[in-house]
C-alpha cells in the first residue's frame, strides 16, 4: 500500500484511518487553542497550551505537504475549498509567529473545523454542504447587489444621524466613521444600546433607515434558504424521475 | 370495557374522557410549578404547592405507566415523540427530587405542554405537527450544517473578539470563553449591551461577522419556512389529485 | 337616490362621496388622538382635542348604525372583518369613556386606521388584503403550533434562568413570571438589557435557548411570506390560463 | 466621433473610457465627504476636503447635463431610476449649499453610489438589479398593505404604552410621540434599551405587541427573498425553454 492511498482515499481500511486520525486531531486542537487564552492558568499550563499547539501545527504541516505531494492534480488541491481552509489556517499560525506584534490572525486557525466535514463520518452533511454551495451560487448575484445596498444604505444611514446627532452628542457622533458603528449596530437590529440617537430628527432617520433596511438586511439569508429548498426539491425529483425512467 | 380501551383509545367515551382528564393534569400542573417559584407566598401555600406537585407526579407516573402496559408495542410507544417528552418530564421530577442540590431539571416538566398537541381536541394541530416533523426532515442535513457553521462562527468571532478587546477591557473579554458569550449574544442579535467592542478593530471585526453571521444565523427557520410551505402544498395537491381521479 | 345607496355602494357619485369623508374623518380622528397625550398643552386645547374627540365617535357611532340599518344581511356585515373592528374601535372608547378608572382601551381605537382599505380609493390595496387573508388561512394550523410552541418554549426558558438566576440576582429573577419577561425579551432577540443573565449557567442556557428559539420564533414569518407567495403565483398562473382560453 | 458615442454608449473605446472616469469619480467622491467630517483635521485640510467637493460636484453637474443633452428622450432618461438618482444627488449638494442652514441633505449624496450598478463594468450585477426591481413589482401590494400594518401597529403599540408607562415613567412615555421612539426599537426588536416598560401591564403588553409584530414586521423582506427566488427560477425555466427550442 502506497502513501497515496492513505491520504487521499477513504474507502481503505488506512484511508479510514488516515481521516480519522485527522478528525481527532481538528477536534483536539480546539483545547489548547481556548485554554491559552485563560491567563489565570499557571505558567506551566500556558507553556504546555503553547507546546501542544507547536505540535499540532507541525501535525497539520505535514499533513498539508502529504495532501499535495500525492495529490495528482497539486493546483486544482490547492485551490479546492478545503484546500485554502487548510492553508488559511496554516498561514494564520506561521503569521501570528513570525509577525504576531503587528498582526494576530489566531482566530482563523478555527475554520479548519470546517474540514470535519471533508471526513468521510460525514459523509451526508458533504452532500448538504454541496447542495448548499450550489444554493449560494443561484442567487449570488442578487446576494451581492443586497450586500452592497447594505453597505450603501450604512453609509447614508451614518451620514444622517452623522448630521442630527453630532453636536447633540459629539463623544459618540464624532465622525462619519464613529457613526458607522451605531449604523451597523442598528441596522443588524443588535442594538446593544451604547450609541443611539436622541434628537426627534435622529429618531425619525432611525426610524426611515429601519424601515428600508429590513427589507434588505434580511433578504440575502431569505435567498439562501429559499435558494436551497429549491435546490433540495430538484434533486428529489431528480431522484424520482430517475427511479420512474429505471 | 378493559383497560386498553379507556388509555390508548380516543374514539370511545371513557376514552375520550381520560384524554380530557389528561389535558385538564396537564394545564393544571402549571400552576403549582409557577406559583412555587414565589417565594414571597407564606411558608404554609409553599407546602401546598409543593404537594400539589407531588400529587401531580404521582398521577402522571400512574398515567405513564398504564400507557407502557396497555400497548401493544411498549417499545414504540417508550420511543415515539410523546414517550420521550413523556419520559424526560418525570425524570426531570425525579431527578430533581432525589439530586436536587446538584441538578435542578425542574425546567423541562413544562416540556409536558407539548403533549396537549397528542390529545383528540388538537387533533387538525396534531395533523400540523406531523407535517412540520415532515418538514424539519426534508431540510434535516443542511440546518445541520447550518447549526455546525454556526457554532464554528461564533468560536471564530469569539477567538477574534478576544484578540482586540481582552487587553482594552479585561473584565469582560477574560477568555475565549467569556468572549463566547459575547458572540452568542450579538450574532443572535439580542444585543443586551452588557458587552460590547469599543476599539475600532474590535468594531470593524464585529461588523464584518454580523455580515456573514446574519447569512447564516437565520438561515434554518428560513428552511423550515420553506419546507414546511412545500409540504402543504403538495398534501394539497394530492388531496386534489385524489379528488380528480375519484 | 336612498340612503343604502350612498352608505353601502362605491359605484354612485354620492357613494363614493361618503367613502371618501369616512377616508378623511379616520385619518383626522388620529390627530386629537394623538395630541390629546401631550400634556404640555394647555387645558384649553386638551379640552379643544376631547371635544374633537367626541364629536369624532359621535360621527362615527352615526355610520356604524347607518351600515347596519342599511345592510342587506345585517350580522354578516357586524361579524365581517371591518364590521369587527368598527365595533372594537367605538367598544373601546366607549368602555374607556365609562369605565375608564379600571380599563383604558383607547389604544385599540387606531385599529380604524385598518378601515382604509375598505375604501374604494384603495381597491388594489383591498385585494392584497384579501390575498393576505387567503395565505394566513393556508398555514394558520402551522403557525397555531408554532405560536403553541413559541409560549412552551418562552416558560421552559423562563423556568430555566430562574433556577440559575434566581439566587444571584434575586431583584430580576424573583419569581418565574420577572423570568417570563427576560425570555420574551430574549427569544425575541429585543434585548434591551434591563435584565441578562451573569451566571455561566444561565449563560449556558440562554445560548441553548436561543439555539431552539431562533428556529422557531421566526418561522410563522417565513410561513406567511411564502404562503403569500403562492398565493400571489396560483392568481397569475390562473389570470394567465384564462387568457390561453379566451 | 460625436459626444453622443461617448456619453450614451458604452460599447466604444471612448464610451468605455468616459463609463470607467465616472465609476472613479463617484468612488472617489466618498473620500473628501466622509473626511470633511472628521473635524480634528487642521482647517487647511478641512478647506482641502470643501474644495475637492465642489470640484467632484462641478463634474457631476457637467456629466448630468451632458447625459440630458445627448440623450434622444431626455424625458425618459431624468424620469428613470438612475436619473432621479442623479438629480436627488445633485439637489441634495445644492440645496444644501443654499439653505444648509435649515436643511443639510448631505446624507443623499451617498445614493451616487448605487449608480455604480448602471456602469458596464458591473453588466452581470445590473441584471440582477432588474431581477430584483422585477422581484419588488411581483409583491408590490403586499408589501404595501404590510408596512401601512407596520405604521398602524406602531401607532397602536404606542397608544397602549402611553396608558400603561406615562405615569410611572413620565420622563420617557411623557407622550405618544415618545412612546413611537420606544415602538420603532422594539418592533424592529433592536431593543437599545434606553426605553422600556417596567409595569406588569406594560410588559404584557409589549408581550402581546411583539407577537403580533413579529409576524407583520419580518414579512416584507421574505416576500423580496422568495418573489426574487421566483423570479431567478422562470428566468432560468425561460433560457432552458429556449435552448431546446434551438
Redesign the interface.
Known amino acids: 500500500m502506497n502513501l497515496q492511498d492513505i491520504v487521499q482515499r477513504s474507502d481503505t481500511v488506512a484511508g479510514r484511518r488516515f481521516d480519522r486520525i485527522v478528525l481527532l486531531l481538528i477536534i483536539a486542537s ?1 483545547v489548547p ?2 485554554l491559552s ?4 492558568f499557571s505558567q506551566m499550563w500556558l507553556a504546555v497550551f503553547a507546546a501542544a499547539e507547536y505540535v499540532i501545527i507541525v501535525l497539520f504541516t505535514i499533513e498539508y505537504v502529504l495532501r499535495i505531494v500525492t495529490a495528482e492534480r497539486k493546483w486544482a488541491y490547492i485551490l479546492s475549498f478545503y484546500g485554502v481552509i487548510d492553508l488559511v489556517a496554516l498561514l494564520s499560525f506561521y503569521v501570528t509567529m513570525f509577525w504576531g506584534g503587528m498582526l ?1 490572525l ?6 479548519r ?2 474540514r ?2 471533508s471526513t468521510f463520518e460525514f459523509a ?2 458533504a ?3 454541496v ?2 454551495g450550489r444554493a449560494l451560487k ?2 449570488r ?10 453597505l ?1 444604505l450604512l ?2 444611514a451614518a ?2 444621524i ?2 442630527f446627532e ?1 453636536e447633540v452628542q459629539p463623544e459618540k457622533f ?4 464613529h ?1 458607522l ?1 451605531w449604523a ?3 441596522l ?7 450609541t ?1 440617537p436622541i434628537t426627534v430628527g435622529g ?1 425619525i432617520w ?2 426611515v433607515i ?2 428600508l433596511g ?17 435546490a ?2 430538484e434533486e428529489r425529483r431528480a431522484a424520482r424521475g430517475g427511479e420512474e425512467e429505471d
Open positions: 480546539v487553542m481556548s487564552t485563560v491567563t489565570s494576530d489566531r482566530a482563523f486557525r478555527a475554520l473545523l470546517l470535519l466535514f451526508r452533511y452532500k448538504a454542504t447542495r448548499i443561484y442567487a448575484d442578487e446576494a451581492a447587489v443586497f450586500l452592497f445596498a447594505t450603501v453609509y447614508i451620514m444622517g452623522y448630521h453630532s464624532d465622525t462619519v466613521f457613526s458603528w451597523v449596530v442598528t443588524t437590529t443588535v442594538g446593544y444600546g451604547d443611539y429618531r432611525t426610524f429601519l424601515l429590513m427589507g434588505i438586511v434580511a433578504v440575502p439569508a431569505g435567498l439562501i434558504a429559499t435558494g436551497l429548498s429549491r433540495i426539491e
